[in-house]
């Protein structure tokens, strides 16, 4: 693996970092949260067309879906950019996740349908996989899909949906048969998100995002929105799953984090002395930056499987997801060590320090589960990646009883 760049992608990295350094006001709330305003949310969406017209928001798409064609590693600088500027784009999860799956599985009609909207910087969608029992146990979706002539009649619950603008599109699973194994009856749609028979309830969390409920309750959804092969979704969406885990956005945003934070230790002062001037302090900071390298090759590594995954095949299992999850609440530990009682104000309070982003960065640490929680990312680790046995069904019972009594 070599991380040396060519003169060439430095030359994109600076033009997406001056780009965003035009385009984003001053006092742009790149820590998260600008977004969360109807202002913001209007904001972001113009930002989203203009980078989509600067053809970044799908660089390393193909030319004739009306991308840039560039490589994973050019890909990869243009995402590390986006984090590095603090976005999180309102059309996330379609650009990283749904449009993988379409590539990968969708008819030409598909691709014609719903790949220009992303590309364009105009289209939201959601991902509506999780489900009040089929959270972890992904194969356990009870909604259902029961087919009607041309139509597929949809009826059940998801929960804990990310997504505050407006969606566009679902991106779903539904069982469309009762198998044993329960994995291979459930099939994927992308479904129109204004279909009749949808309704959303926000469930506003700690973290400072919105999750939502969604209801389907005899949503007639057209075949035409199936997505591959009838009953062989579960294996579609396992397919695509390492599209949402990986990126170099989240490191790029870490670096950003950290950067500003080290001029902050270098400004505030405690007890008539820069905090930097804390040896306590100074090893905290040298421990963050540790695991932001960390964290940071991690990200690499994958963007170079990608690169390589004819010889190499698909990725056993994702570091730089583990990563997200277990170095940010690290990060967000050191610093409100760090900070001390200040780091619990927040942002608005008079006393608050950093403009309150460590307490608001704590808060975020508490809702980790999204895109899969810290324990499977063990489990799957130690399945393919250490090779060990699956668990035994009598130990797995023992877990789902744990599960249910702690409920
Ligand atoms: C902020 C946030 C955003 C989210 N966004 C989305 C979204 O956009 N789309 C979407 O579809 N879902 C979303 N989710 C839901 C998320 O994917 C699920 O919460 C997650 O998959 C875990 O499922 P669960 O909550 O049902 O927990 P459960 O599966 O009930 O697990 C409960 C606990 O038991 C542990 N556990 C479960 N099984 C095992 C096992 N076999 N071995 C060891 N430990 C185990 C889990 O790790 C967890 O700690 C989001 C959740 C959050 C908090």
Redesign the pocket.
Known sequence: MDFGFTEEQERLRKKVREFFQEELPEDYDWGGGAETAEEGQAFMRELQKKTAKQGYLTSGWPKEYDGMGLGYVEQGIVDEEFGYAGISWPSQ?GLHLAAPAVFLFGTEEQKKKFIPPLARGEAVW?????EPEA???EANQQTRAVQDGDYFILNGQ?T???GIYKPDFLYTLARTADTVPKHRGISLFLIPADLPGITYRALP?M?G?T?NDIFFDNVKVHKEYLLGELNRGFYHAMATFEFERTGTAFPGRVKRGLEEFIQFCKEEKRNGKPLIEDPEVRKLLAEMAVEAEIWKLMAWKAVWWFGNREELGPMPFDLSGMCNKQLTTAQSEKMSKILGIYGQLRQGSKWAKHEGRVERGWRSTR?L????????YK?VIARRGLGLPRIPAKL?AV?AQA?DEKK
Request: aromatic share 14%; hydrophobic share 40%.
């Open positions: 999860l959601f991902e509506a996989f999780t959270g972890s146990d998801k804990f949906i990310s969390s973290g995002g999750q809702s589960h999204a895109a899969g929680t810290l324990e499977i489990y797995n877990i599960l």
